[in-house]
């Protein structure tokens, strides 16, 4: 079945859908008009894999009406401080998860099938799977949806703060050492993952 695309479905799925809520109403309406306008202009995006743009183009949105009432400065810490609270609260399944046995392992055969099924037009992986070695787990991100639609509207800025997400899920694990040296919302040839067991 195909998702639905239209702004008051992807506010509810985003990062924002509880501070969504707090606002005043002409700005929520404001946003969800933003969100119809983004749709109609990258269609080659909606499809079922990148249900994702929730999050895109609900922070483009509401980027651009917080920057009504407040500087750009301080629009980007409002953005960035309720999506980065909003993935904080779902972070800890990750600090579980890594206790299970053959964890990387784990990861290594489950990844590429959820990315393949939760990544839609515009991204690209490679792969580095070793299933002898359940202690390295190691892909690259070649092709990136934050990174060109973000770039389309000169908003590079919110590239990073997209990325931050992953040092947010994986960067405090207790047993597993997670590293990236680039990434391409950072003008990188590709993002980098590692994960390594300590």
């Known amino acids: 079945m195909k998702k639905q695309y239209n702004g008051e479905r992807l506010i509810k799925h985003s990062r924002y859908c509880d501070y969504y809520k707090k606002i005043d109403y002409s700005m929520q309406v404001n ?21 994702n743009l929730s999050n895109i183009f609900t922070s483009i949105a509401l980027y651009e009406q917080l920057q009504k009432k407040y500087s750009k400065e301080e629009s980007f810490q409002i953005l960035s401080h309720h999506m980065w609270q909003y ?4 972070s800890m399944i990750f600090r579980k998860l890594e206790k299970i046995p053959y964890f990387l392992w784990i990861m290594g055969i489950l990844l590429p099938y959820l990315f393949n099924w939760g990544s839609g037009y515009g991204w690209h992986y490679q792969w580095h799977n070793d299933l002898s070695n359940n202690n390295i787990l190691k892909f690259e991100c070649t092709q990136c949806i934050y990174q060109q639609i973000f770039k389309k509207y000169g908003l590079e800025e919110l590239g990073p703060m997209f990325c931050f ?34």
């Not at 993935?87 to 779902?90: D, F, G, R, S």
């Not at 694990?173 to 990434?183: C, W």
């Open 165 to 198: 997400v992953d040092d947010i899920n994986y960067g405090d694990l207790k047993n597993i050492n997670f590293t990236r040296q680039h990434t391409l919302c950072k003008d990188g040839e590709n993002c980098d993952f590692l994960f390594i067991r300590k």
């Open 87 to 90: 993935v904080e609260k779902n």
């Open 31 to 51: 946003i969800i008009e933003h969100i119809d306008i983004l749709i109609s202009e990258n269609r080659e995006y909606c499809d079922n894999g990148n249900y």
